[in-house]
């Protein structure tokens, strides 16, 4: 199993920046990748940011060039990272932490939400 706690989210103006946290426990060692996804009021649930242990990143069209994921590793836990700037009002949502575990497993965090208003 393994277990993800969003943090960092809150209130912010237009073209400010904003980090959020990730904390990852349990079985790290069967994740394959780590992403963040959004879902705004009446929208679906989207990709946002995404890493691979390998090292690769992927990243939604919109936020390419704002955001960046990163990810930190200490021996029982790992914490990813978004770290978001140039912030736009259509960039709120709650965002979610997910894990790509072995056989297919996905594990979710319960989201932080981020509003993006002056």
């Known amino acids: 199993q393994v277990q993800l706690v969003e943090s960092g989210g809150g209130l912010v103006q237009p073209g400010g920046s904003l980090r959020l946290s990730c904390a990852v426990s349990g079985s790290i060692f069967t994740i394959n990748a780590m992403g963040w996804y959004r879902q705004a009021p009446g929208k679906q649930r989207e990709l946002v940011a995404a890493k691979t242990v390998g090292g690769s990143t992927d990243y939604a069209d919109s936020v390419k060039g704002r955001f960046t994921i990163s990810v930190s590793r200490d021996n029982a836990e790992n914490t990813v990272y978004l770290h978001m700037t140039s912030l736009k009002p259509e960039d709120t949502a709650v965002y979610f932490c997910?894990?790509?575990?072995?056989?297919?497993?996905?594990?979710w965090g319960k989201g932080t939400l981020v509003t993006v208003s002056s």
């Open positions: 997910k894990a790509a575990g072995w056989g297919n497993m996905d594990y």
